[in-house]
């Protein structure tokens, strides 16, 4: 068996041990004589499995008892517009800070179900920093406001979570930083993610809002796209990713077992440090263009001082074993993502291919 350390954006890497515990698993899952994606939804031992992840994530999270925890379908793309249509109402309007290609796309996903309020926008700084929070201008009749953490394409991070008051709920796209470290859950209306980086396959959303915020009218809809439904019948109102929520429930158990998110929180500052260290001492040989204080971690972009050394990178990178590392075809250059499933080995790897490629490309 030959694995490749990954720095995919996602799908992402998983941790071995997680992906060896469904090989064995596959055949006979928990003693049923099948696997865990050919049996009913409805069945005790997927109940059972369900509760279990619920309750790991909730103990990862500390999600308060006030919050409703989902697993849904459609990608984080769809709950930019699902989103709008169970917290606003047609005629309300909701705050959007834009930071990056994603908060970005989920402002003009949500236009079509809410009056969209631009509060803030680093676009004109080329999402190369976070727009202060001093600049925000938020309108306190807004339904909600929304942000993204972490933008996986332009590789900037908030580190902490923005001051927005009380009286207006805080929705964060967590897609690609949800369980890199500790979260206050208390400040957020709802979080969402896309399981595809940090907890499992893609197919999947992890939803965690606040039941009050269930009771909202919205508008009249499909019941299957209304989150008050999905709490109400525990993310069985029609057959769920059986495959993907298992999955996601062996990375909570591993995430445990690895000491939670405050282990992952030291993990990923140690390879983050390691990684933007290395970019930082070249000499400008390589160069990350985001505002030191906004750099992501778990996303890190980098560029060659010479473009024309692009191809030969990414295919000598590859053929060391380090996959993934093509830029976003937006901005080019390289991105490595480090989630929590890329070990500290993986970073110690790519530092040492980019020394070893600088001296001898000179
Ligand atoms: N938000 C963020 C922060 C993302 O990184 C991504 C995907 N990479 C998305 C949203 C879109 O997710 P999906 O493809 O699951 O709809």
Known sequence: M?????????????????????????????????????????????????????ADLRALMEVPADYAVLFLQGGATQHFAQIPMNLA???????????????????????????????????????????????????????????????????????????????VPLVADLSSNILSGPLDVSRFGLIYAGAQKNIGPSGLV???????????????????????????????????????????????????????????????????????????????????PVDPAARSRMNVRFDLHDTALDAAFLQESEAAGLLALKGHKALGGMRASLYNAVPLAAVEALVEFMGDFARRHG
């Open 2 to 54: 030959s694995r490749v350390w990954n720095f995919s954006a996602g799908p992402a890497a998983l941790p071995p041990a997680v992906l060896e515990r469904a090989q064995r698993e596959l055949l006979d899952w928990n003693g049923s004589g099948a696997s865990v994606m050919e049996q009913s939804h409805r069945g005790k031992r997927f109940i059972a499995m369900a509760a279990q992840a619920e």
């Open 89 to 167: 109402g047609p005629d309300d309007s909701a705050d959007y800070i834009v930071s990056g290609h994603w908060s970005a796309k989920a402002a003009s996903e949500a236009g079509a179900y809410v009056r969209v309020n631009v509060a803030a926008s680093s676009a004109a700084d080329d999402y190369l920093k976070l727009p202060p929070r001093d600049s925000w201008r938020l309108d306190p009749r807004a339904a909600y406001v929304h942000y993204t953490p972490n933008e996986t394409i332009h590789g900037v991070e908030f580190h902490d979570v923005p001051d927005v008051g009380d009286a």
């Open 206 to 288: 992890v939803m965690i809002i606040r039941r009050d915020l269930l009771q909202r009218a919205g508008r009249p809809m499909a019941r299957i796209f209304r989150y008050a439904e999905h709490a109400a019948a525990d993310s069985m109102l029609n057959t769920p990713n059986t495959w993907g929520w298992y999955l996601a429930g062996l990375t909570f158990q591993w995430l445990l077992e690895q000491g939670g998110v405050a282990a992952m929180a030291d993990l990923n500052r140690a390879k983050a440090g390691l990684l933007y260290g290395a970019i930082d001492g070249s000499d400008g040989y390589y160069r990350n």
